[in-house]
């Protein structure tokens, strides 16, 4: 019989964890992603789009072997689409054979047609479910896009790791699982949420480090490409945009210029891929002719 795998002992441990998935977390970061593990705590980071906090996620279930489930929040999700919901096609059709057969006992009838096998399990209720590999990683995204309403029904998930269905009971959870709140911070969550998880606010990360996540996501990119785009996004990231790039338009950026068999930035080429890095109309234009010549040159310099 197979042992499930140990969660990590330390920070360290966890960063060597995440890196070998070239998840490269700041100490912060691992830190309170450890703490969480270690206390059984849910994970609540914050930040700008494109950080890597999805990307933690997967970098946890794939490190430890768990299996992921994501819930991805919209404008109103609600219960049926986040937890369960009843097939009601499939009851119906019981209903019907149990009336065609002489079915009288109606108390009976109530309490076969709310079994387990016409639950239809969403992913809050998929997660607590007991998994061979442990328990899995519950990746609740982009939180601030749902309604508050859901907020306070994930109250009792992230307290006590249970759901209660009114016509079949309460399912909890044997393990609990791992979870990760993502929230991109368009609204304010609501404290009684917060106060149940670590807090954790995920920042742009510093030069080395991005150069260190391109070479480990890209690893056949040149040395001096990359140091130009890195150097390059981290000066455009100090300019006055309506949405700066993130990692993930920086590694976005990255596989376009070497699509294009890029060695070097330049002026003409950042123009004309501008739209892999940034995703406003207004911030493209302004990165024109002397501002944009200003930063190319800069990045050049800062690269050497």
């Keep these: 019989m197979s042992t499930l795998p140990a969660l990590p002992a330390s920070v ?53 072997g768990r299996r992921l489930i994501r819930l991805q929040c919209y404008e109103g999700l609600d219960i049926s689409s986040a937890a369960y919901e009843w097939n009601s096609a499939a009851q119906m059709i019981a209903i019907r054979l149990a009336e065609a057969v002489g079915e009288s006992d109606r108390e009976r009838l109530a309490h076969d047609v709310f079994d387990e096998r016409y639950l239809i399990k969403r992913p809050l209720l998929q997660a607590l479910e007991p998994d061979p590999s442990g328990a899995p990683v519950l990746l609740i995204d982009e ?45 304010e969550i609501h404290d009684a949420l917060k106060r149940r998880c670590l807090y ?52 976005d950026w990255v596989r376009a210029l070497r699509a294009l068999d890029a060695r070097v930035l330049s002026a003409p080429l950042v123009a004309d891929t501008a739209g892999a890095l940034l995703k406003y109309q207004d911030d493209i234009a302004a990165l024109r002719g002397e501002a944009l010549e200003k930063l190319v040159a800069e990045a050049a310099a800062a690269a050497k």
């Excluded at 700041?26 to 849910?42: I, N």
């Design 12 to 64: 360290d441990a966890l960063g060597a964890l995440l890196s070998a998935e070239r998840y490269l977390a700041d100490r912060a970061l691992a830190t309170v992603a450890f703490l969480s593990l270690a206390m059984g705590r849910p994970l609540f980071l914050e930040g700008e789009a494109g950080v890597g906090k999805t990307e933690i996620a997967k970098a946890l279930a794939a490190a430890l």
């Design 143 to 187: 939180i601030d896009r749902a309604d508050e309403a859901f907020e306070a029904f994930l109250l009792e998930i992230l307290s006590d790791f249970q759901v209660t269905i009114p016509e079949f009971g309460t399912v909890r959870a044997a393990t609990p699982p791992l979870v990760v709140i993502t929230s991109n911070r368009t609204r």
């Design 200 to 251: 954790h606010w995920v920042d742009y990360p510093t030069a080395e480090r991005e150069m260190a996540i391109v070479q480990a996501r890209l690893p056949d990119v040149p040395v001096k490409l990359a140091r130009q785009v890195v150097a390059f996004v981290q000066a455009l990231r100090r300019q006055d945009l309506f949405k700066a790039p993130g990692v993930a338009e920086t590694l």
